[in-house]
């Protein structure tokens, strides 16, 4: 079966620290990956997606970039943090269907706080 | 535009009974699908449940059932005999074509069971 892996559970940084979350998916292969980032009591914010191996689709300009050096692997990373970057980061993966009905599967996600 | 829309910022429900969670959706794309999303304060989101545009039937998994009403443009979410479990956050969210089959997010609505 499938399963996702996302670490750290929860990171507090200093503004201007540099930023790495991975993301792992076992047991598929070619997946699609997500990063979502989640304020306090809100819905969810696309920020990167990808369809394979280098290949990266930014959704909203910011001070974070996102890479897949491996098939099932995704990082998100920031050179310097800002105070705005604190929130909840979610990693997801989804078999490519190019159709209506490809599902999304979530890691237990990463509690970022800026300080 | 694509949009999502849950009206119900907060619910509370007492223990075994059905509760229904509001979902509109705006689309001029005539396929799309529509999903529902938990979230318990884990964090980490679950998949529910899945209607397409062109399904023939309400879709139902367990307890939950998606009372999807295709000219009101809704996807309600029902749960039936609710349980001190389903105290969580639940999201909805379509995609469609002219969205780039990326997720469209409403903003959640929290749920709290009352035993």
């Known amino acids: 079966s499938q399963t996702i892996h996302q670490w750290p559970a929860t990171l507090v940084q200093p503004v201007g620290s540099p930023l790495s979350l991975e993301c792992t998916v076992e047991g598929t292969s070619n997946p699609n990956l997500y990063w979502y980032r989640q304020a306090a009591g809100r819905g969810l914010q696309l920020l990167f997606y990808?369809?394979?191996?280098?290949?990266i689709s930014s959704e909203v300009p910011q001070n974070l970039s996102a890479s897949r050096p491996q098939d099932r692997q995704f990082i998100l990373s920031s050179k310097k943090l800002l105070l705005s970057d604190s929130g909840f980061y979610l990693c997801?993966?989804?078999?490519?269907?190019?159709?209506?009905?490809?599902?999304?599967?979530f890691g237990s996600g990463t509690q970022l706080s800026v300080l | 535009a694509q949009k999502i829309t849950q009206t119900q910022p907060g619910m509370f429900v007492q223990e075994k009974e059905a509760v229904t969670l509001d979902c509109t959706y705006d689309t001029s794309d005539p396929s799309y699908g529509l999903f529902w999303y938990k979230q318990p304060s884990s964090g980490e989101m679950i998949f529910l449940i899945y209607?397409?545009?062109?399904d023939q039937q309400n879709a139902t998994e367990g307890r939950y059932s998606l009372n999807f009403q295709k000219a009101r443009k809704s996807a309600n979410l029902v749960i039936s005999a609710s349980q001190l479990g389903d105290s969580a956050m639940y999201f909805c969210?379509?995609?469609?074509?002219?969205?780039?089959?990326?997720?469209?997010w409403g903003a959640g609505t929290k749920l709290i069971i009352k035993p």
């Open positions: 997801a993966w989804s078999v490519p269907q190019a159709s209506t009905n490809e599902k999304l599967f």
């Open positions: 990808s369809v394979g191996i280098g290949q």
């Open positions: 969210a379509m995609r469609a074509w002219d969205s780039n089959y990326q997720l469209i």
């Open positions: 209607q397409g545009s062109y």
